[in-house]
C-alpha cells in the first residue's frame, strides 16, 4: 500500500489502481500530511506572505505576475504553494509559520508574523522592501520613475499631474500638502515620487503639491475617480505621470469618455508593464518592472541555500503611442 501512494513507478498501473479504489472504499485516502511532513523533516511548501489580502493581490496585475513566477520555481522543485496574508488578524493568533519550509515576503509585512518567523531560523526572502534581517529582491524604483519622467518632460510642459499610489497614510483619494512632500519613507511609492520630482528638478521645472494625488488602493475604480479629477482640471495637464498601469489605464479610458484625445491633448505614463499595457489603445509608455522574472528570482534565492546576496532586478522605459 506505502508503495501505491508514495512510489507509483514500483507497482503497475492495474496493481496501484486497484489499491486506491479499495483504499478509498475503507476511507483512507493517503498518508498524513502532518505526520509524513515530520518524519521527513520538511513539508515541501513555500509559503509567500502577502502585504494586502489574498483577494486583492490575485486581482492586482503586478502581484499576480510575480506569484505566477513563484509558482513556476515551485512547480520545478515539486513544491507546493502556501498563500498567507499578513493583514489577517488571525494570522497573528496562528501556527501558520509552522509547516512551510521557507517564506517569501512579498510587501512590507504588518503584524508580528516577520519576526516570528524569523526567529524560528526558516529561511525568508523579502520582495519590494528591504530589511536587514533577510536577502531581497528589489527593483530601483526611483531610477525607473525618473528614466520616465525624463522622457515625459521633454518637451517641458508647464502643467502635469502626478497619480500617485498610497503616498499618505488615507483611505480616501485626494491631493497632497506641502507637509506631504516632506515624509521620509523608503516605501515603493515614495521612492517613485523621489524619482519624478529628480526629473522635474533636472529640466528646472516645478510641480505643486496639489497637482499631486494620493489613490490607496491600486484598482480601476479608484484609478478612474482620480483620473476624471486629473481630467476635469483647468487647465487640462499636458502630462500625467501615473504610479502604476492600472492607473494609466484608468487616465486613457475616462479620457476616452470625456473625448480627451491620447496623446494630442495629454500625453500619459504608466509604470509596471502589465499585458494590458501593450493592448491598449493607445499603447501605454510605461517601466517595465519584470514581475513574473521577481517571482523567479526570489523562489530561486529561497531553494538555493548556498546564495546570500540580495538581487535588484532592472527597470527599463518602453516607449509606446501614449507618450511617444
Not at 506641502?178 to 523621489?194: A, C, G, N, T, Y
Request: proline residues 5%; charged residues 25%.
Amino acid at each position: 500500500m506505502s508503495n501505491a501512494f508514495n512510489r507509483p513507478d514500483q507497482l503497475s498501473a492495474k496493481l496501484r489502481e486497484r489499491i486506491l479504489r479499495e483504499s478509498a472504499e475503507l476511507g483512507y485516502h493517503g498518508p498524513n500530511f502532518a505526520a509524513r511532513s515530520l518524519r521527513k523533516g520538511r513539508s515541501d511548501v513555500i509559503a509567500v506572505v502577502l502585504a494586502d489580502s489574498i483577494s486583492y493581490s490575485l486581482s492586482d496585475p503586478v502581484a499576480s505576475q510575480l506569484l505566477q513566477g513563484v509558482a513556476e520555481v515551485l512547480g520545478e522543485n515539486k513544491k507546493q504553494l502556501l498563500l498567507l496574508s499578513s493583514e489577517s488578524d488571525g494570522l497573528e493568533h496562528s501556527s501558520a509559520e509552522s509547516l512551510p519550509d521557507g517564506f517569501i515576503f512579498y510587501g512590507t509585512p504588518s503584524g508580528d508574523i516577520f519576526a516570528r518567523v524569523k526567529r524560528s531560523g526558516k529561511p525568508i526572502i523579502a520582495v519590494d522592501f528591504e530589511t536587514h534581517e533577510a536577502e531581497s529582491v528589489n527593483i530601483n524604483n526611483e531610477d525607473g520613475a525618473f528614466i520616465v519622467a525624463n522622457h515625459a518632460l521633454i518637451n517641458e510642459p508647464k502643467n502635469v499631474a502626478v497619480l500617485g499610489l498610497r503616498l499618505v497614510d488615507s483611505q480616501r483619494i485626494c491631493r497632497l500638502t506641502d507637509q506631504d512632500m516632506h515624509v521620509k519613507s523608503k516605501e515603493i511609492s515614495r521612492s517613485r515620487l523621489k524619482g519624478y520630482l529628480r526629473a522635474f528638478d533636472e529640466k528646472q521645472l516645478t510641480i505643486s503639491p496639489s497637482q499631486i494625488w494620493h489613490i490607496p488602493l491600486n484598482t480601476p475604480e479608484m484609478a478612474e475617480i482620480a483620473a476624471k479629477e486629473a481630467l476635469t482640471l483647468s487647465p487640462l495637464p499636458e502630462v500625467i505621470l501615473c504610479m502604476s498601469d492600472v492607473i494609466a489605464l484608468g487616465v486613457l479610458r475616462v479620457a476616452n469618455e470625456l473625448n480627451i484625445a491620447i496623446p494630442e491633448q495629454v500625453q500619459v505614463t504608466g509604470f509596471d508593464d502589465i499585458p494590458e499595457a501593450n493592448r491598449s489603445k493607445p499603447g501605454l509608455t510605461t517601466v517595465c518592472q519584470q514581475s513574473l522574472e521577481k517571482g523567479r528570482v526570489a523562489t530561486r534565492l529561497l531553494l538555493d541555500k548556498d546564495h546570500n546576496d540580495s538581487v535588484v532586478l532592472e527597470t527599463r522605459l518602453v516607449i509606446r503611442a501614449s507618450c511617444a
